[in-house]
């Protein structure tokens, strides 16, 4: 009996073993079948987040180049020409001193400045572009100016609609950092 009792506990060990087999793997597909919906979604949902990670840092980075290239615009509008003349050059000079950068440079250098925000504009937000846009409008009305050949007493007053160099210049720097300050709050922010 003692045989009888432990080949038929083996038997029923086995059955129950191919019974558990059998309906793990049918568990394992119809739970893959169920949730194959679910796992579409979650790598769909993968991808976007991969998607709008790629989006802003490409955002970012355009952002730091505009930033970037707006202080310098700031800059070169300031005092990156050489071309100032002093009070002393005027006491002790017999004529006006010769310009250091010749207009065309300055020119040629504005346009340059000028292609480098238009390859930037695509990428920033309007509220961003805008920005740069005014940067790049007050470079150009400052080089205008500085550029000029009608000499300063016949032009207009900045009272008959003429342009003040002074305040344009405060506007070019707050532009310029203005848009160091936006750079700053959307990318360089740690939440």
């Known amino acids: 009996m003692n045989e009888n009792f432990s080949k ?12 558990i087999t059998f309906a793990t793997g ?24 991969d998607a709008r990670r790629q989006a802003t840092e490409l955002h ?11 202080t310098e615009i700031m800059f070169r509008a300031d ?7 002093t009070l002393e050059d005027l ?14 440079k300055i020119k040629e250098e504005q346009k340059n400045l000028e292609h ?22 007050q470079h150009s009305i400052l080089t205008s100016m500085r550029t000029s050949k009608v000499p300063a007493e016949h032009r207009s007053a900045p009272s008959e609609g003429g342009f003040n160099f002074n305040n344009e ?12 300050q936006i750079f700053r709050e959307r990318c360089m922010r740690v939440d």
């Open 79 to 85: 005092r990156g020409y050489p071309n100032v003349v």
């Open 26 to 49: 049918l568990g394992n597909v119809l739970s893959e079948f169920f949730m194959l919906d679910v796992k579409k979604q979650e790598a769909e949902d993968n991808l976007h987040a």
């Open 60 to 70: 970012c980075t355009k952002l730091q180049e505009s930033a970037s290239l707006a």
């Open 169 to 180: 210049m405060h506007e070019l720097r707050r532009a310029g950092t203005q848009m160091s």
């Open 8 to 19: 038929e506990k083996l038997f029923q060990g086995m059955i129950f073993t191919l019974l």
């Open 91 to 104: 006491i002790y000079g017999e004529q006006m001193p010769e310009k250091r950068v010749p207009d065309e």
């Open 116 to 137: 480098q925000v238009f390859k930037l504009l695509p990428y920033l937000l309007p509220d961003e572009a805008q920005i740069m846009e005014k940067v790049m409008l």
